[in-house]
């Protein structure tokens, strides 16, 4: 895949709708940035639609679902029949999930990258039955990393063409704790240990070998944190090589994607460092409930509104967003202005950026 060329195909935000956006929301009669986050989020969006006439009346939640053979290192409460068993749940419309989801009024698309077998009701983009364990060896071959962002393009660009308004990520795969632990610490440069979390519920003897699975994976594979699709192929997981995909294909499409939790991000994190300009499209939702939720916020210039320590995954952070968000249009949208309630505006801050990338 050519990358750069995707990258130049990203435009770049739309600094007169970011202008428009931020004179409405001077004019609501309340303190000025006083939505804080939210009125940033709003003016992201429209510099990205180019639009300062925000719509989100149609949104989606992908959730990608893939196993991971690591999962054979112990580093799991549970075993891959977990990852089948949320999906039927996911596709049955009757997962945690699926439940925040109907009351965002967000539709709910699971998708299978790569479980070790198939699911009746799952979109079938299956690049492989599983990962290898990347303890012992990679996860993936380079072109499987290739084809797994590839089918997250092309999700994201139907999405697109489907007339969604905002896309939401999710994931499910038992054991991708541990491979975006090991994909975020190779690209942020820290000890691979230093990134693993209890994930579902580990014990302390369970967290030993999740952080020595970790190790050894870097260890053996030796990913080179300047190729982060060979980091990918080296110790991620096709549910990160997928929604890696959905940011690019989301930033192409001009189509605001929301940032779920510490998977997602690192997957969102592997597209900026593949196409810089993808940034401009990720919102961020919650700050994840694991070591590298922070650390991989800051390094995608991203504040979430949330902080509810959340870490149940399939999405729901990112859904969490949405009702934020819908209030916060209602009040650009459809509040008065300060001459509709009589009163002296304030007078316009100065210095604050209209956009971040």
């Known amino acids: 895949m050519d990358f750069a060329a995707i990258n130049n195909q990203i435009s770049s935000p739309d600094e007169a709708a970011c202008t428009a956006c931020k004179?409405?929301?001077?004019?609501?009669?309340?303190?000025?940035?006083?939505?804080?986050?939210?009125?940033t989020a709003v003016q992201r969006i429209a510099a990205l639609t180019g639009n300062a006439d925000v719509s989100l009346a149609k949104r989606t939640l992908l959730v990608l679902c893939a196993d991971n053979g690591v999962v054979r290192e112990g580093v799991t409460q549970t075993d891959s029949s977990v990852t089948r068993q949320v999906a039927q749940s996911l596709a049955a419309g009757v997962s945690s999930v699926c439940r925040m989801a109907a009351v965002a009024r967000c539709s709910v698309v699971p998708v299978d990258m790569g479980m070790l077998a198939p699911v009746a009701g799952v979109l079938d983009r299956r690049v492989r039955a599983g990962t290898g364990d990347i303890a012992k060896g990679p996860a993936m071959?380079?072109?499987?990393?290739?084809?797994?962002?590839?089918a997250g393009i092309d999700l994201a660009l139907a999405q697109k063409?489907?007339?969604a308004q905002i896309v939401a990520t999710g994931e499910?795969?038992?054991?991708?704790t541990t491979t975006s632990a090991a994909?975020?610490?190779?690209?942020?440069?820290?000890?691979?240990a230093a990134g693993a979390g209890r994930g579902a519920g580990l014990s302390d003897a369970g967290l030993a070998r999740k952080r020595a699975a970790l190790r050894r994976a870097v260890a053996i594979n030796r990913p080179d944190p300047d190729d982060p699709l060979g980091v990918l192929a080296a110790v991620g997981g096709l549910d990160l090589a997928g929604l890696c995909g959905v940011f690019l294909g989301c930033a192409l499409a001009r189509v605001p994607v929301v940032v779920d939790g510490c998977i997602s991000a690192t997957a969102a994190l592997a597209?900026?460092?593949?196409?810089?300009?993808?940034?401009a499209a990720m919102l961020a939702s919650h700050l994840p409930d694991e070591p590298m939720g922070a650390p991989?916020?800051?390094?995608?210039?991203?504040?979430?509104?949330?902080?509810?320590?959340l870490r149940l995954g399939e999405g729901t952070g990112a859904v969490s967003l949405l009702p934020l968000l819908d209030m916060a249009l209602a009040v650009y949208h459809?509040?008065?202005?300060?001459?509709?309630?009589?009163?002296?505006?304030?007078?316009?801050?100065?210095?604050?950026p209209c956009t971040r990338s």
Not at 172 to 176: A, L, S
Not at 183 to 191: E, I, K, R, T
């Open 183 to 192: 994909v975020a610490s190779v690209l942020l440069g820290v000890d691979p």
């Open 172 to 176: 499910m795969g038992i054991g991708n």
């Open 23 to 39: 004179a409405r929301w001077d004019a609501v009669a309340k303190p000025l940035g006083s939505l804080g986050l939210l009125e």
């Open 296 to 309: 991989l916020l800051r390094a995608l210039g991203l504040e979430p509104p949330l902080h509810a320590g």
């Open 141 to 150: 071959t380079r072109a499987q990393a290739e084809e797994a962002i590839q």
């Open 271 to 279: 597209a900026v460092r593949l196409c810089p300009r993808a940034g």
């Open 334 to 352: 459809t509040a008065g202005s300060f001459g509709d309630i009589g009163v002296v505006p304030y007078t316009p801050q100065e210095g604050s």
């Open 161 to 163: 063409a489907a007339g």
